[in-house]
């Protein structure tokens, strides 16, 4: 097959390629540029981490002897991740920049884009497996390794993208496997750090990017009574489940600690409360992603963060709405709208909705109900 | 079929002959010893087989480490030089169409040093807007410090009108600087005859080797040094000399100015049948520049294919075993649209369609031929793939 793989410049991505030249695929490396100065002229512009992970994936390619080429999507990127991810948190969400680079850049604009160039499939070093049953159709499992799992923020890809991707690190035993790997094959990207942050929150600072493009925008934090406790500078600033930088003057009467319940952007608004009044009982979700074909009623595990637990539940779907009563009622706690809901069969993935209501165990309601 | 030449050229034989049988030389050329002396005698042979080919004198060659420092050189040297001499002298005036070598450094200027920074407009064509330069001068002339004109543009090959622009400038007591890094064995260059203050040239543009260019400097030209150090090059430029490399890039100078008018009509004629041929296989494929071949390098081809974007061109043709650029400058690599274009007045969407082919000494109708055959699945190719990473919001 023609692969395109995709190096960021980290040592998995240069791993997976070097898997899928092993396996005989024809393989073109492509960095891609997701995000740039709009300096006309480079003085003084230079942004040296991103050319580094250019020039670490120049040099991975030049030892897996692959072509090697940089495509700018950083446009794309702006308007499908960045601006969403800016919008969500206006509107009093909490969204995933990667699930929406996922969705809209990886196995969207890049993999269209590959196709039309004649490739077969988008190699890319997430941990994840694809099993292929007897009939031919494929399946998103869970990778071997499942501190390093991956698979929550690939399952908005749903099943057309996936039969057009490849990712060969699911069965890598641990990280320290890929490292030793990469070690072996002499990429010198093999003891280079993980990257956790935001990619374009280069800072690690989610709070003062959002000041920078959202402005100062002063309002209340109340209780759920509606008693004013304190003030916040932008309720885009805070998330559902958030305890520290809520400044109260005033303790609580309980003297126990108090946690963003919900976020009201209409009223401009921060709800806070106890750690109990998180728990949830139900979650509601849109905009579904099926692999398999999904009705009525039917048992499945629920993960609503990337490096969160799995619970069982039940879901049921109707309308495009699904419905997801946790089986255990606040095994899960402080869910926001616009989180991506991940359901599964055991490793399989059976599809994402994006998180619009969470019904409270103490029967409240956090964000937007249909 | 490598058609980016322009980028750089293969060595001539001569030339790399030159430079392997210099490099185990032994020697400093500026230790006083028998060994520095024969080293300083190779270096001041290339000096004058460089300046006799560029019709300047030996003392004007200034050796660098490439076009690149000579640009930095002649930018930040003249603009020091001619502001210390007369404070209100400030202003720093170069074409909008310049290389970033010579870009770059003015902005860092304007940034840094005080400078007052005029990008000069071009016309569609990309040649310097002579009538926007007279009134710029009128209003100014006695604040300029510097005045820079390409000789050739290195993306759609236009030259300049530089009789006209050195003309006007020496009205105005102000010194001019020419990039002709391009232009050197491809068109007539004469810094003598110019009227020039100053000009960059490179060696591997030029079948040279790597690492060495010089910045000619007419005499009496007052440049403060941008290299601190040992006091080579009359103090100008600091650093030891490479007698091996000089070697080299004074005879690939000499060589290719000597063959310069077979060349241009061979080339250009090769060039020729690229456009016509270019033209054919994809009618409405866009040449940059002027049409008027003689108003261009005789090596250069450039178009816009519309609806394409250059990434996935170079791609396709690179597959293909064509090798050819988006003829702009790059970060990281990543293909931009390029500032020469958008000062043509191309607008962006276009401009990211672009591809530069640019032929060279060992270039032959196979090369051509080669292209043509591959170009019109490429153009097909990429416009089915078509402007995928370009923003919507337009």
Redesign the interface.
């Known amino acids: 097959m023609r692969v395109l793989a995709a190096l960021s410049g980290g040592v998995d991505s240069a791993v997976a390629a070097a898997r899928a030249v092993d396996a005989g695929h024809d393989v ?1 490396g492509v ?1 891609m ?1 997701l995000s ?1 100065t709009r300096d ?5 512009s230079r942004g040296c981490c ?2 580094e992970d ?2 670490d994936a ?1 040099r991975a390619a030049d030892v897996l002897g692959i ?7 950083s ?2 990127f ?2 499908t991740v960045v601006a969403d991810f800016v919008a969500e948190y206006e509107a009093g969400r909490t969204p995933n920049p990667c699930v929406r680079c996922n969705e809209h850049i990886k196995f969207a ?1 890049l993999l ?2 590959a196709v ?3 490739f077969d499939a988008v190699c890319t070093g997430h941990y994840a497996r694809i099993e292929t049953r007897p009939d031919g159709t494929r399946e998103l499992h869970r990778a071997r390794d499942l501190a390093k799992d991956q698979s929550y923020v690939l399952a908005v890809m749903g099943p057309e993208r996936l039969a057009r991707s490849m990712f060969p690190l699911g069965d890598v035993a641990t990280k320290e496997e890929t490292r030793a790997e990469a070690a072996a094959r002499g990429l010198s990207v093999s003891a280079k750090p993980d990257s956790y942050d935001i990619c374009f929150v280069a800072d690690g600072d989610t709070q003062g990017f959002l000041r920078s493009r959202l402005g100062s925008q002063p309002g209340e934090i109340v209780d759920g009574s509606g008693v004013v406790l304190g003030q916040h500078d932008g309720a885009y600033a805070f998330t559902v489940g958030q305890r520290k930088g809520l400044s109260i003057g005033r303790p609580a009467a309980d003297g126990k600690p108090r946690y963003v319940l919900s976020v009201e952007p209409v009223d401009n608004r921060v709800v806070v409360g106890s750690a109990d009044e998180l728990a949830v009982q139900a979650v509601q979700a849109d905009r579904a992603v099926w692999f398999a074909e999904a009705d009525g009623s039917f048992p499945c595990a629920l993960q609503v963060r990337a490096h969160g637990d799995a619970v069982p539940a039940h879901a049921t779907v109707q309308d495009g709405v699904v419905e997801i009563a946790l089986d255990q009622a606040g095994a899960l706690r402080g869910v926001a709208p616009g989180q991506s809901a991940v359901l599964y069969d055991g490793t399989r993935v059976l599809g994402q909705a994006t998180v619009t209501a969470a019904l409270r165990s103490s029967g409240a309601t956090s964000g937007l109900v249909r | 079929m490598y058609l980016d030449h322009a980028a750089t050229t293969p060595m001539l034989p001569e030339a790399a002959r030159v430079l392997a049988e210099q490099l185990v030389r032994t020697g400093n050329p500026s230790s006083l010893h028998a060994s520095g002396r024969a080293a300083r005698r190779v270096v001041e042979e290339a000096r004058e087989r460089l300046a006799a080919a560029l019709g300047a004198r030996p003392s004007e060659v200034v050796w660098t480490s490439g076009g690149t420092e000579a640009d930095n050189l002649a930018i930040k040297g003249m603009f020091w030089a001619r502001r210390n001499e007369d404070k209100q002298r400030r202003r720093l005036l170069v074409s909008a169409v310049e290389h970033h070598a010579v870009l770059d450094p003015a902005f860092w200027m304007a940034e840094h040093a005080g400078a007052e920074l005029v990008l000069l407009p071009v016309d569609g064509d990309g040649v310097v807007e002579v009538d926007a330069l007279r009134e710029e001068l009128e209003r100014s002339g006695d604040q300029v410090a510097l005045l820079s004109v390409m000789w050739a543009n290195n993306e759609v090959g236009t030259l300049q009108p530089l009789d006209d622009v050195v003309a006007l400038a020496r009205r105005y007591g102000v010194p001019v600087h020419a990039d002709a890094v391009q232009a050197v064995g491809q068109v007539p260059v004469d810094f003598g005859a110019s009227g020039l203050d100053a000009m960059t040239v490179s060696a591997h543009k030029v079948g040279g080797p790597g690492g060495a260019g010089a910045l000619l400097a007419r005499r009496g030209l007052d440049l403060t040094p941008v290299l601190h150090g040992g006091g080579q090059e009359r103090g100008v430029r600091s650093g030891t000399l490479d007698a091996a490399l000089l070697a080299s890039f004074g005879l690939a100078v000499e060589e290719s100015v000597g063959g310069r008018e077979d060349f241009a009509v061979r080339v250009g004629a090769l060039r020729d049948t690229l456009v016509t041929g270019v033209q054919d296989v994809v009618p409405d494929a866009v040449l940059r520049g002027p049409r008027d071949t003689s108003r261009r390098l005789p090596a250069n081809a450039h178009f816009t294919f519309p609806g394409c974007e250059g990434d996935s061109l170079l791609y396709l043709l690179d597959s293909a075993g064509i090798e050819a650029s988006t003829g702009s400058a790059c970060q990281a690599g990543v293909p931009r649209p390029s500032h020469v274009l958008l000062a043509m007045g191309v607008d962006e969407v276009a401009a990211r369609g672009a591809l530069r082919f640019s032929l060279g000494h060992p270039s032959t109708a196979a090369d051509v031929d080669a292209l043509l055959a591959a170009l019109p699945g490429v153009v097909d190719r990429a416009r089915a793939a078509g402007l995928a990473t370009v923003g919507t919001v337009r």
């Not at chain 1, 006309?40 to 003084?44: A, N």
């Open positions: 073109v960095h540029a740039r006309q002229f480079r003085t003084g991103s050319i250019a020039g120049r072509p090697y080429y940089v495509w700018d999507l446009e794309r702006e308007e604009t269209d884009k039309a160039l004649g």
